[in-house]
């Protein structure tokens, strides 16, 4: 397994229904910029280094 980013889709999802009417109508044309929290979701792709915290991981 893959060490992965987990995103919020639904919210995601929710957001872009709410800005698509707007940019189809041409009344949003600028660039939309948001922060959504993700989680790093370690698997069996890295390798633990020493007896640390979970940021020293090997790839």
């Known amino acids: 397994m893959l060490t992965t ?3 919020p889709k639904e ?3 929710r957001f872009a229904v709410l800005l698509l ?3 189809i ?3 949003h044309q600028s660039e939309v ?3 959504l929290k993700g989680k ?3 698997r ?3 390798k633990r280094y020493g007896d ?3 940021s020293d991981y090997v790839i």
């Open 5 to 7: 980013v987990a995103l």
């Open 11 to 13: 919210e995601m999802g």
């Open 21 to 23: 009417p707007d940019r």
């Open 25 to 27: 109508e041409g009344k």
């Open 33 to 35: 910029v948001m922060e």
């Open 40 to 42: 790093l979701l370690i």
């Open 44 to 46: 069996e792709s890295v």
């Open 52 to 54: 640390n915290d979970w």
